[in-house]
């Protein structure tokens, strides 16, 4: 099947073939048909898997075929982070380049003014975190009276990061009769009840098991101590010549000393994260797409928010307290049928929390112990509720490679960095 096949006009197939992509993927072959009937869907698919494209492509085919009436938005796109905004508004623009729709994104950590003043332009399509809209909202510079569409996307991490009030602030301002489509890498019960709440007779797709990793990515453990995690890392980098690696940490200020640490080992490394202003995340991100950032230390505000081509090489510094997150942070490999590496570096006091990981995705991490980095102890790794592994270096069942406030996220106060009380400060809701 091409992408021609799926009923989308000549202006978004030529778009999309200049991108090179010319075969849908299976959640875009299963959501772009049933979005472009007027359905309301609730789609599920492992990250990098193309569900962007998925709502993107049959929505500007949607809003194409009527013409815009005054300056209301026509369709509206929520995210959880400015990261995954800027991401998306880049996939509607690049998507709808040969359409006559007018788009912009808006998130919180910049200057409101500009915002407010292309909002008075006019839009068809706004993307934007949810503080940030709220904010825009009462100062009168966004309406809805003519929207036809609203999409969620990531509304899991919506929830995770502590949006929901907001989320139904939103909803309450929304005309009653819409298109509802939600997008997300996992559906749990809360986003479920969220769904039934606001979807009418959706069409449920969910593409591939609930919390695997894609095949494409190639995982691996090296057991070492906390303590020498940082001369481990930067060895693998010289040793394996990784020129483009991005490197998670629990916290933020995790990130900031990994980052001045392999500063002094002669890699050029940033940080980005929560208390990172606007400009030093984009510049920090920009410069690691580039190439002139060689590594890219991040909290798990970037395990959902970043869309880097052919990214070879993930890095669990530090693993996750949630194993879901395990799945979404190394998902930024391997993304779009490329091959990629995801390495984890786990102390013994971490045994717990990869045997949860492992219990998730129903396999062993394959052992690998790097010379000279041997830990003090043997990782004894035992799921619980599930069953022991850690030893033999090999998966053990299931597929050995199973296929695939309001601060910086939606507002502009800037409390912190996201997460489920793994960082430092209270809140839950800055991006």
């Keep these: 099947m091409r992408f021609s096949d799926l009923g989308l006009s000549e202006q978004l197939v030529r778009a999309t073939s200049e991108q090179k992509y010319d075969t849908p993927t299976k959640i875009q072959s299963e959501a772009i048909p049933a979005v472009l009937s007027g359905r309301d869907v609730m789609a599920a698919a492992q990250t990098g898997t193309g569900k962007t494209a998925g709502f993107t492509l049959p929505l500007l085919q949607r809003l194409g075929a009527r013409p815009r009436n005054g300056r209301g938005v026509r369709a509206l796109v929520l995210t959880p982070t400015r990261e995954l905004a800027a991401q998306v508004h880049d ?3 690049l998507y709808g380049r040969y359409a006559k729709i007018r788009s912009t994104v808006v998130f919180g950590g910049v200057k409101i003014n500009p915002q407010i003043n292309k909002l008075r332009r006019g839009v068809d399509v706004l993307v934007a975190t949810p503080g940030r809209l709220l904010d825009l909202y009462q100062q009168g510079a966004v309406e809805f009276d003519a929207l036809e569409t609203l999409i969620m996307d990531e509304a899991d991490r919506m929830l ?6 907001d989320i139904r602030r939103i909803l309450s301002l929304l005309p009653k009769e819409r298109q509802n489509l939600m997008f997300s890498a996992t559906f749990s019960g809360e986003i479920r009840k969220l769904a039934s709440s606001m979807l009418n007779n959706p069409v449920e797709i969910d593409v591939a098991p609930r919390n695997t990793a894609a095949e494409t990515v190639q995982q691996s453990v090296h057991p070492v101590d906390q303590g020498r995690k940082a001369d481990l890392l930067t060895q693998l980098v010289a040793d394996k010549r990784w020129e483009q690696v991005l490197v998670f940490t629990r916290t933020k200020h995790g990130a900031n000393k990994l980052t001045t640490r392999l500063e002094k080992d002669g890699i050029s490394a940033a940080a980005i994260h929560g208390n990172k202003s606007q400009g030093a995340r984009t510049k920090a991100l920009k410069g690691f797409k580039d190439g002139r950032v060689r590594v890219l230390v991040a909290t798990d505000i970037a395990a959902r928010g970043l869309d880097i ?6 890095v669990n510094f530090e693993l996750p307290q949630v194993p879901e997150d395990y799945v979404h942070r190394i998902g930024r490999t391997g993304r779009a049928g490329e091959t990629g590496h995801a390495v984890s570096l786990v102390s013994p006091d971490e045994a717990p929390m990869l045997g949860g990981i492992e219990k998730l995705i129903s396999r062993e991490i394959p052992r690998e112990t790097i010379d000279g980095f041997e830990p003090s102890r043997a990782l004894n790794v035992r799921a619980k509720g599930g069953k022991p592994g850690g030893r033999s270096g090999g998966p053990k069942g299931g597929n050995r490679n199973a296929r695939p406030g309001r601060g ?12 489920r009380g ?10």
């Design 91 to 93: 996939s509607v623009h």
């Design 160 to 165: 995770d990061m502590g949006f929901i009030r």
């Design 309 to 314: 081509k052919q990214l070879p090489q993930v």
């Design 408 to 419: 910086g996220g939606g507002g502009s106060r800037g409390r912190g960095q996201p997460g």
């Design 422 to 431: 793994r960082s430092s400060g209270p809140a839950r809701r800055s991006a």
